[in-house]
Antibody
Framework: QLQLQESGPGLVKPSETLSLTCTVS??????????WGWIRQPPGKGPEWIGN???????SSNPSLKGRVAISVDRSKNQFSLKLTSVTAADTAVYYC??????????????WGQGTMVTVSS | EIVLTQSPGTLSLSPGERATLSCRAS???????LGWYQQKPGQAPRLLIY???SRATGVPDRFSGSGSGTDFTLTISRLEPEDFAVYYC?????????FGPGTKVDIK
């Protein structure tokens, strides 16, 4: 059974870079029918899509984050990573990694990690 | 960006009652790319409905989705105790994904 697990620092200082990794277990990240996504959820608010990655390294991201997002893949470790630069308190949220399957469930995210809380504070 | 609006913000109902949740989009959404999620406190969202009306694996048949264009509905036919949660709609269009602000279904 496919599982996703986020890891990374729970506290980041303002203006610094937030870095998280998602480890995929129980299946290969290199399947041509899957995209891998990052989604965040500020406390008490709805989720916000950050960006997606295809195993080839192709990425897309939310225009509202104004080029602060970088998503990369390490196929040898079955992991993908998120870097969000120049963080502020507004970036405080639970960060999730998730899978988007493109044959059946199409534009939705069918498997999610448990999430990791990241707080931006000095 | 397509903006999703959900109503009501909170729905107070009793177990056994029917719940009707609305999701409205600022512009037309392909039904293939509209989904609904359930989220309980401290948990990740769980996919319930994809393609506007198809139930995800393991989702009970008391959950159903409908709609097209800009108006979509999630219906829970008879609320079970485990259904009290927050529900989000989500769409994919113009190379971006957006979520609604959520509807909380709580116990009356």
């Amino acid at each position: 059974q496919l599982q996703l697990q986020e890891s990374g620092p729970g506290l980041v200082k303002p203006s610094e870079t937030l870095s998280l990794t998602c480890t995929v277990s129980g299946g290969s990240i290199s399947r041509d029918s899957y995209y891998w996504g990052w989604i965040r959820q500020p406390p008490g608010k709805g989720p916000e899509w950050i960006g997606n990655l295809y195993y080839t390294g192709s990425t897309s991201s939310n225009p509202s984050l104004k080029g602060r997002v970088a998503i990369s893949v390490d196929r040898s470790k079955n992991q993908f990573s998120l870097k969000l630069t120049s963080v502020t308190a507004a970036d405080t949220a639970v960060y999730y990694c998730a899978r988007r399957e493109t044959i059946v469930t199409l534009g939705t995210f069918d498997i999610w990690g448990q999430g990791t809380m990241v707080t931006v504070s000095s | 960006e397509i903006v999703l609006t959900q109503s009501p913000g909170t729905l107070s109902l009793s177990p056994g009652e029917r719940a009707t949740l609305s999701c409205r989009a600022s512009q037309s959404v392909s039904s293939n790319y509209l989904g609904w999620y359930q989220q309980k406190p401290g948990q990740a969202p769980r996919l319930l409905i994809y393609g506007a009306s198809s139930r995800a694996t393991g989702v009970p048949d008391r959950f159903s989705g409908s709609g097209s264009g800009t108006d979509f509905t999630l219906t829970i036919s008879r609320l079970e105790p485990e259904d009290f949660a927050v529900y989000y709609c989500q769409q994919y269009g113009s190379s971006a994904f957006t979520f609604g602000p959520g509807t909380k279904v709580d116990i009356k």
